[in-house]
């Protein structure tokens, strides 16, 4: 029992500092993005339906930073959300609004939660029931198959085991979509980019290989092909995208911070703009950052 307590103490730890790194080079990625590192054409604003989309990361009963907010204040917002009569829509609906075989509501937002955290199910996932909210949420294969299974459940720190996102994937509200196997890392290459010495062939062959291997444990133990790709800390680059279209992905997330506009046309899911939704911050100014309505 020594023994367990003191393995689960230092596992606690090097989480604990690895969340820390993580979300450092997530502010990065940000920054770069605001500053115009995106190699995606905004869609012409013409005709599409505005779509607000919100990025969080951890719910947790800690003091809130630039990646992780209170129970609380995820309450807040998606109250706020009903209050002013946004309905959250999920990927499904956004791709059958673009083939033309679907609508969209009124005032649609779109609700993401990137890296699988145990909270998305502990605590996000309540809350989504009782605003009858739904979301997406982007895992990274290595943390499921690595972190989750030796750490116990704990709403700080844990990441989503497979049989967690079985649940997730039970309640009808989730849309699990991709966040890589083992690209969530920023060395010597950034996130899933391609690098500025690696050749086009091998780069693909590299993310194929690592992107397909997720795909097919979401077949094998969710038995789903998710369709919904977020880049790694934002870092997007356009030789991803013919990977990302062999294996079925129909929409792509990135972290710049910018409005989006929903069009029949479903290239305009490809490199879908959200906003960090940081801590103590009040969720009205957030929204006013973030919604047409409340600008």
């Known amino acids: 029992m020594e023994g367990r307590t003191m393995y689960h103490s230092w596992n606690l730890r090097k989480l604990l500092r690895y969340i820390a790194f993580d979300m450092a080079l997530v502010l990065a990625a940000i920054l770069l993005t605001r500053a115009g590192r995106q190699h995606f054409a905004a869609v012409d604003s013409a005709g599409g339906v505005s779509l607000p989309v919100l990025m969080y990361h951890s719910i947790a009963p800690v003091p809130e930073t630039q990646y992780c907010i209170s129970p609380e204040t995820l309450e807040s917002d998606l109250q706020y959300l ?3 009569h946004y309905t959250a ?6 791709i059958a609004y673009t083939e033309g075989t679907g609508d969209l509501p009124e005032k649609p937002v779109l609700l993401t939660f990137d890296d699988g955290l145990y909270n998305n199910l502990s605590l996000a996932l309540p809350l989504l029931e ?16 690595v972190y989750a299974p030796d750490a116990p459940h704990n709403d700080i720190y844990s990441y989503l085991t497979w049989e967690d996102m079985q649940q997730l994937e039970d309640s009808g509200r989730i849309t699990l979509g991709s966040h890589t196997y083992d ?15 690696e050749t086009e062939e091998a780069y693909h062959e590299a993310l194929y290989t690592d992107l397909s291997m997720l795909q097919t444990e979401f077949q094998e133990n969710l038995h789903i092909q998710p369709t919904v790709f977020a880049y790694p800390y934002g870092f997007v680059c356009p030789e991803s995208k013919p990977v990302l279209e062999e294996l079925g992905f129909q929409i792509t997330l990135t972290c710049l911070e910018k409005p989006n506009f ?34």
């Open 89 to 94: 829509v999920s990927p499904e609906e956004l």
């Open 183 to 197: 690209m969530h890392e920023n060395g010597t290459r950034r996130g899933c980019a391609k690098m500025e010495q």
């Open 130 to 145: 009782k605003y009858d909210m739904c979301a997406v949420i982007s895992v990274v294969g290595s943390f499921a198959d």
């Open 82 to 84: 009903q209050e002013h």
């Open 262 to 295: 929903i069009t029949r046309n479903p290239a305009c899911l490809y490199g879908i703009n959200r906003y960090n939704r940081f801590g103590n911050c009040s969720t009205a100014e957030i929204m006013r950052q973030i919604l047409p309505d409340e600008k």
